[in-house]
């Protein structure tokens, strides 16, 4: 089990992959086939649904599917994980987000988190977005860590825990390419002239994101690499002299 920083969660909120009914949920999902074999054969897409949560303002079931077009709420001590297309998510407890429609009826064209916080795995496609109140991460194939700050104004935090994403916010925009947690702060108010600041790697965990790597039949860089990192929120396996986060690299504005 990896280390790891937690700011305003707890440690059962970043154990969840740990639970009996999640390990027998994705098992079950992935040897029937997955998101593809569920379509077809008119089954549910979701893992595992712990507590309450709605699904377009009504009460979500275990046994619904949950489609492009849908918003979706978890209530206090409740989480959902879910298959879509060619992407999983684990949403936590007191989140909400809509899930916009792409090109076909399975394609998330944007994810837009409302509240709350999501970890996600996406596979290879066309370009894809999530979207807070204070930024935006263009995801091309990458496995991520969202999260919305209201104690802090609605301040958003985003990890590129691997791949590459084109990361913006207000007037900053980067391109971030990570192989280990390069981490942003989506700002309210400019910080020392940006928007887009460097971050630590907090509230999330290296199997939480190889769990949804998993459900959609990929893996993380890290365990590609067969290694990890520094996780320091910079996203580079080894750490050397002179390495920039990419927000850093940003013009003050």
């Excluded at 391109?175 to 390069?182: A, C, P, R």
Aim: aromatic share 8%; hydrophobic share 35%.
């Amino acid at each position: 089990m990896t280390q790891h920083s937690l700011q305003g969660r707890h440690d059962d909120e970043v154990l969840w992959f740990q639970r009996r009914t999640f390990l027998q949920g994705a098992a079950a999902f992935t040897a029937m086939g997955g998101f593809g074999a569920a379509l077809a054969q008119a089954r549910s897409n979701i893992v595992e649904l712990r507590g309450d949560a709605l699904i377009n303002g009504q009460r979500l079931s275990s046994n619904q599917t949950i489609q492009t077009g849908d918003t979706l709420q978890t209530g206090p001590q409740s989480t959902l994980t879910f298959v879509l297309g060619n992407a999983a998510f684990h949403v936590r407890q007191n989140s909400s987000l809509t899930l916009e429609r792409g090109p076909t009826l399975s394609a998330v064209s944007i994810l837009r988190l409302l509240s709350g916080a999501v970890g996600s795995a996406w596979g290879k496609g066309s370009l894809r977005q999530i979207v807070t109140p204070t930024l935006t991460a263009g995801i091309r194939g990458t496995g991520v860590y969202t999260e919305i700050f209201g104690d802090q104004g609605g301040r958003s935090y985003f990890c590129n825990c691997y791949g590459v994403v084109d990361m913006s916010a207000g007037r900053d925009q980067v391109t971030s390419e990570s192989s280990y947690h390069q981490a942003f702060w989506g700002e309210v108010a400019p910080k020392d002239g940006r928007m887009l600041t460097p971050a630590k790697a907090i509230n999330h965990t290296d199997e939480e994101i190889e769990y949804l790597a998993k459900l959609i039949d990929q893996r993380t860089a890290w365990q590609i690499l067969g290694k990890k990192g520094v996780k320091d929120g910079k996203g580079y396996m080894e750490e050397k002299p002179g390495q920039m986060h990419p927000a850093q690299t940003i013009g003050k504005w």
